[in-house]
């Protein structure tokens, strides 16, 4: 199975900081067919997982442009660009290029 | 709207066995792979099973090959986990989420329902 690794576990930031988490796999998520299969996920306190980024680095609808995701092969990264209060909840990696699908350990924000 | 909804969960003895529901509406639920998605109390996420648009194929989590059965009704809408031996590391808030295709991301999930595995 792939192993997903996120750093920090947790991270405290003041409002209109950056933050940044690393996920790192501990194989290549570059498929045959051109595409990254890796994902970001934050689930806010009480809520459902919802999705910020796709394969590597494309914001999903509605996503705001304070979050971004980069990186290849086995080292990605999410930034959000100025943490707002809203931000707030667990920030998930996951990689779906082989089963089982594998979910990072989570990456809990808090605000200052 | 785009609408996503579990039931079924609930308090089951160990060994027993429990079906959850996951309603769909809103979109066209023949056209997207399904997937469910648990959280055990105060844990991360973990991938159970995955089921493609029209059932040719499933996969599941070693932790659950075996015990528990994804399955669909695309003419309901709904998609269903009968999950039989339950054990105590089931206990978890089970999510319904849906996708295109196997790999792809998953953008709409459900509120989850609880299901607890104790004695």
């Known amino acids: 199975d792939i192993v997903m690794t996120q750093t920090p576990l947790s991270l405290s930031v003041t409002p209109g900081q950056p933050a940044s988490i690393s996920c790192k796999s501990s194989?290549?998520?570059?498929?045959?067919?051109?595409?990254?299969?890796l994902y970001w996920y934050l689930q806010k306190p009480g809520q459902s997982p919802q999705l910020l980024i796709y394969?590597?680095?494309n914001r999903f609808s509605g996503v705001p442009d304070r979050f971004s995701g980069s990186g290849s092969g086995t080292d990605f990264t999410l930034k959000i660009s100025r943490v707002e209060a809203e931000d707030v909840g667990v920030y998930y990696c996951?990689?779906?290029?082989?089963?089982?699908?594998?979910f990072g350990q989570g990456t809990k924000l808090e605000i200052k | 709207e785009v609408q996503l909804v579990e039931s079924g969960g609930g308090l089951v003895k160990p060994g027993g066995s429990l079906r959850l529901s996951c309603a769909a509406s809103?979109?066209?639920?023949?056209?997207?792979?399904m997937n469910w998605v648990r959280q055990a109390p105060g844990k991360g996420l973990e991938w159970v099973s995955s089921?493609?648009?029209?059932?040719?194929?499933?996969y599941y989590a070693d932790s659950v090959k075996g015990r528990f059965t994804i399955s669909r009704d695309n003419a309901k809408n709904s998609l269903y986990l009968q999950m039989n031996s339950l054990r105590a590391e089931d206990t978890a808030v089970y999510y319904c989420?849906?996708?295109?295709?196997?790999?792809?991301?998953?953008?709409?999930w459900g509120k989850g329902t609880t299901v607890t595995v104790s004695s």
């Open positions: 989420a849906r996708n295109r295709g196997l790999r792809d991301y998953m953008d709409v």
């Open positions: 809103g979109f066209t639920f023949s056209s997207y792979s």
């Open positions: 394969e590597v680095s």
């Open positions: 996951m990689q779906s290029i082989q089963l089982p699908l594998i």
């Open positions: 089921i493609s648009s029209s059932s040719s194929y499933i």
């Open positions: 194989q290549s998520l570059l498929h045959s067919d051109g595409k990254t299969y």
